[in-house]
């Protein structure tokens, strides 16, 4: 794993790469170097693994800067006689053989993990791309009105605001025009397979063996089914490791520990545990949340697991069971799942920009190279297509069912091989530890506590900037991304705000839909007047955008929405309230990944009962505007739910299948109160039944008060 870095157009960009290479420098300490040509930049920091080629590399044609490890690079050498050295160059000779033209082709061909610029001499131009899973990072920044273009491996190295290149993109800037384009790319989704649980097998079998290096290497070992998995096939293959936990020692017994030991007796490896003690782990905090650029608990608790169990890593190159979850539905959530394989895609495609990213900068904090089988292009690419019969039993409450099944052939124990899902963060009492110091230190939450420690994470990213640079901004002054929430009136947009805005993200705007077609598939209609009201109690920016709710047309006018709120507020990311629907999911993370934005769905797949309980647990009250629903009448309209409304959901949900959070359509909701609001509303409004069991109520007046 290297660190990359290059600017175009600025005048200071070999100041600003220079800097930026010092804020990388544990991504390697091998080499670092500087190309410059006219308005180019290019940065680079080796982390030698095979050979020890300087970067950036350049030829007659070009110059190159990348981060990689690309398995199959021998059987191309050899099979266009490129004479690389190792797998960077021949990146840079496969280009200047094929041309630009065909970078999409060159990428496709490339097996293993990358991100890496090439600036084409004679076309003045600089082309950004990565692998298609988005295990290396790679974020760029962009300035229309001055063209200006960088790009870097963290978002840190940069001094302004940058965004995730998608997995699915090649970027292709043009230095003297400023134009901005891209080349689309897909995963593979025609592969066959005659025996699929077979093919599975052999397909992760071999995505092992390519990683294995030559030097020594160590695997993270949770003590779930996804490192043990990964442990047992290089066990099985004579293959020599040394196994990595970490945890806090000064709580209750963690869960994980126990099992992270069975698990390497019965790999036969030397397990190193990191017993770390609340005052360090205190100590430690600013670090990790300066690494990762967030205060997101979730996030945190994940980071301090990984930023521990590796920093005591002594070797360069470390195993990780990242993946198998999002493959092979490893979630409770994917339980409440109606199209599983859906649903793994669309938890893969988002992990560039949440997991893979903010696991790689801590690992290589701690300069180790997390290498992921799971995240294999072939293997992913069969994985995706596998029939879910394979992954989720709910009969017997199984997931990830052919992953245990693989293991227990192999040799794992029972009790190894199936036991449940336990995130790493709640089993090695990481988060455990960040609620305890929250309450600690006087803090109502554990989002609360991690921002105020976000002046110290800041003091460290400055302290590691040339200070006699003026003209380097100040890195962190935001807690979070700002986002944006689109909101609907209803309860579940305004419930994952509230969830957003407790895990320390910036609410900067509302977006609203109003759409004239009141049957929309994609917008909430009945209350969409009072988002005003709403926005005006929370103090929060609206944006009100008008659709005439055309099937797929009215897409084009939420992206205008978007747009408008990254130009006017610079958000980067929106969160919705997307619960069991698909329909709008993907179409919001459509866009979203179109513009190069996050897209947050805290609620997904949450049990509804459970959900609809911790509505009211959290002080939200909420009123019923329309049914559409056997089982509920004209009583029902107006009410504000109770305990008791939602018993009674639950037994309807029983006798007639009624979604109990009214995610079938029947019934919909307006959040008169909530935690964030600093008024009320207050409604005045008939009831208009069409038959016994729809009907709407129709609102004549409505205000705040206190």
Not at 547 to 552: A, I, M, N, P, Y
Request: hydrophobic residues 40%.
């Amino acid at each position: 794993m290297c660190g990359i870095i290059g600017f175009a157009n600025f005048d200071n960009g070999k100041e600003l790469a220079k800097n930026g290479l010092k804020i990388m420098k544990n991504r390697g300490r091998d080499s670092s170097r500087i190309f410059s040509h006219k308005s180019i930049v290019l940065g680079h920091n080796l982390h030698s693994i095979i050979n020890f080629v300087k970067q950036p590399l350049c030829s007659s044609s070009g110059c190159l800067v990348s981060n990689n490890e690309i398995y199959n690079w021998k059987e191309i050498n050899k099979k266009y006689s490129l004479r690389a050295k190792n797998d960077s160059d021949l990146i840079l000779k496969l280009i200047d053989k094929k041309g630009t033209e065909k970078i999409d082709e060159i990428v496709s061909e490339l097996d293993g993990d990358f991100a890496f610029a090439y600036y084409s001499k004679e076309k003045q131009k600089i082309f950004l791309a990565r692998d298609i899973i988005g295990v290396k990072p790679l974020v760029y920044y962009y300035n229309e009105e001055t063209k200006q273009f960088a790009f870097a491996s963290e978002k840190k190295a940069l001094h302004f605001g940058s965004q995730n290149l998608s997995p699915r993109k090649i970027l292709s800037f043009h230095i003297e025009t400023g134009n901005l384009s891209f080349i689309n790319l897909e995963l593979n989704n025609k592969v066959k397979m005659k025996k699929p649980s077979e093919e599975i097998k052999q397909s992760l079998l071999k995505a092992v063996s390519k990683r294995i290096p030559e030097k020594k290497f160590a695997l993270l070992l949770s003590g779930g089914i996804d490192s043990a998995l990964i442990g047992k096939i290089l066990q099985n293959d004579k293959i020599k490791f040394n196994s990595y936990f970490a945890c806090i020692k000064d709580l209750s017994a963690p869960k994980d520990l126990e099992f992270a030991k069975k698990a390497s007796y019965e790999l036969n490896s030397v397990v190193r545990i990191n017993l770390v003690s609340l005052k360090e782990f205190e100590s430690t905090l600013p670090k990790i949340i300066s690494l990762i650029e967030s205060v997101d608990p979730v996030r945190v608790g994940i980071a301090s697991t990984i930023y521990f169990a590796t920093k005591i890593v002594r070797e360069k190159i470390c195993f990780s069971g990242l993946g198998a979850d999002e493959l092979f539905a490893g979630y409770n959530r994917f339980n409440e799942s109606n199209d599983i394989n859906k649903d793994c895609y669309s938890y893969l495609i988002k992990m560039y920009e949440n997991d893979l990213y903010f696991e790689d900068i801590v690992t290589m904090s701690n300069r180790v190279e997390l290498r992921v089988p799971f995240l294999d292009k072939e293997f992913v690419s069969k994985a995706l297509l596998l029939s879910q019969k394979y992954k989720v039993d709910k009969k017997n409450n199984i997931n990830k069912k052919i992953l245990r099944e693989f293991a227990f052939e192999l040799g794992l124990p029972k009790e190894i091989a199936f036991r449940p899902k336990k995130a790493a963060q709640y089993g090695s009492n990481f988060d455990k530890a960040l609620e305890f110091l929250a309450k600690k230190n006087k803090f109502k939450s554990k989002a609360l506590y991690l921002q105020s420690l976000q002046e110290k994470a800041q003091n460290i990213n400055n302290s590691n900037k040339n200070k006699s640079n003026k003209k380097i901004q100040k890195l962190l002054s935001k807690k979070n991304i700002p986002i944006a929430s689109l909101v609907s009136t209803g309860k579940d947009s305004i419930f994952a705000l509230h969830l957003m805005k407790k895990q320390g993200y910036e609410i900067k705007c509302l977006i609203t839909i109003d759409s004239k077609n009141k049957d929309s598939f994609m917008f909430h209609t009945p209350t969409i007047a009072l988002a005003k009201l709403q926005a005006e109690a929370m103090n929060i920016p609206l944006i009100i955008v008008k659709t005439l709710g055309k099937k797929e047309i009215e897409l084009k006018d939420l992206e205008k929405a978007i747009k408008k709120a990254i130009l006017v507020y610079k958000i980067e990311g929106v969160s919705s309230g997307a619960l069991f629907s698909n329909y709008q999911r993907e179409r919001i993370e459509k866009i979203t990944e179109k513009i190069g934005i996050r897209h947050f769905a805290p609620l997904w797949h949450m049990n509804q009962e459970k959900y609809m309980r911790q509505l009211l647990k959290e002080n939200f009250k909420i009123m019923i505007t329309k049914i559409a629903c056997l089982g509920l009448d004209k009583d029902w309209l107006g009410r504000i739910i109770t305990t008791k409304d939602i018993d009674s959901l639950v037994k309807l949900s029983k006798k007639y299948g009624v979604n109990v959070a009214g995610e079938g359509g029947e019934y919909e909701t307006l959040v008169i109160s909530a935690p964030l609001f600093s008024k009320k509303i207050s409604v005045r409004f008939s009831k208009k039944m069409e038959n016994d069991f729809t009907g709407e109520i129709k609102i004549s007046k409505s205000k705040l008060e206190v």
